[in-house]
């Protein structure tokens, strides 16, 4: 086998498999598969060459629940597609996560527009090609003129689009990101459907969980207010007194309560939004413009 990149103890269970529930054994990961063995002679082999999807904490549907943290592994075989579901201690999970999908992607040729978007600003940038590399909490393209790293706490907005790159119509993820408060948009493509789609997921990970937290945010009208007024004024020093009509001390109570919210954070004139702060605005101006 290839070198080991993870070797733990868990439970597994394979769509199709004749076993009868989720099996014990240990998970091994190398740099070009994945096998999930019971014993010597009982063992499944995954290549990573097959898998397309890799989802976290979403058990698949059609197979049994396994007690622990799961992780889903779409893939390929021979006739169909299937899944595993593996399932471990949160943390090892969590581990085991972080380096399959740097197995899966690492070393990846994209086609980076970089930045495609400053603010609502569309810039005419050029494409260029880069390496994908995947670091903790986020991903580095790096290009000829430098790194462009997006870390996933980041991420505001995120979608999959056809655009024209280098004169052809080629499906592109597109990235809305925050950097030290302002709003950028990044486009990528790959030469494999199968990669893009695989860093998707592992774009969206963090976002969705962000996302979710969303749901339970509660805000009031000034604050609500404030955060669209810093969203219209950048970095800029506005004077939110005058804006928001309320006082110094109420606006500094409004700042105070937002800062400990993580939604704004300070800037280098004024305070500006955090990526969680832009959703925040982004979800408010789809429902005002709705």
């Avoid at 003129?145 to 655009?163: H, Q």
């Avoid at 990970?205 to 207010?225: A, I, K, N, W």
Wanted: no cysteine; net charge negative; aromatic share 4%.
């Amino acid at each position: 086998m290839s070198s080991v990149l993870a070797d733990f103890p868990g439970r597994f269970s394979v769509a199709g498999s004749e076993r009868d529930g989720p099996a014990e054994g240990r998970i091994v990961l190398g740099e070009d598969r994945l096998v999930l063995a019971a014993s010597e002679d009982d063992r499944v082999t995954i290549p990573l060459s097959a898998v397309f999807d890799v989802v976290s904490g979403n058990e698949a549907a059609m197979l049994d629940a396994i007690p622990g943290t799961p992780v889903t592994v779409a893939y390929e075989n021979e006739t169909s597609r299937t899944t595993a579901v593996v399932a471990a201690e949160e943390a090892t999970i969590g581990k085991f996560t972080t380096v399959l999908f740097k197995a899966l992607l690492n070393g990846t040729r994209v086609t980076l527009q970089h930045p495609a978007k400053v603010g609502g600003r569309v810039l005419d940038t050029a494409f260029k090609g880069g390496l994908l590399t995947l670091k903790s909490g986020g991903v580095v393209f790096d290009t000829d003129e430098g790194p462009v790293t997006i870390p996933l706490s980041s991420i505001v907005d995120f979608d999959r689009e056809t655009r024209a790159v280098d004169g052809t119509d080629r499906p592109v993820l597109v990235v809305s990101h925050v950097d030290t408060g302002e709003a950028l948009t990044t486009l990528a493509a790959t030469d494999s459907p199968r990669k893009l789609s695989i860093l998707g997921r592992y774009l969206r990970q963090t976002y969705d969980t962000v996302l979710e937290s969303l749901q339970q945010l509660s805000l009031s009208e000034p604050e609500t207010e404030t955060l669209a007024t810093l969203y219209s004024a950048g970095d800029m020093d506005v004077s939110l007194t005058s804006v928001l009509d309320e006082g110094p001390q109420t606006v500094k109570r409004i700042l105070h309560a937002l800062h400990q919210k993580g939604l704004i954070e300070s800037g280098e004139n004024a305070p500006v939004l955090t990526a969680k702060g832009q959703i925040v605005v982004n979800q408010y101006l789809e429902r005002v413009n709705s």
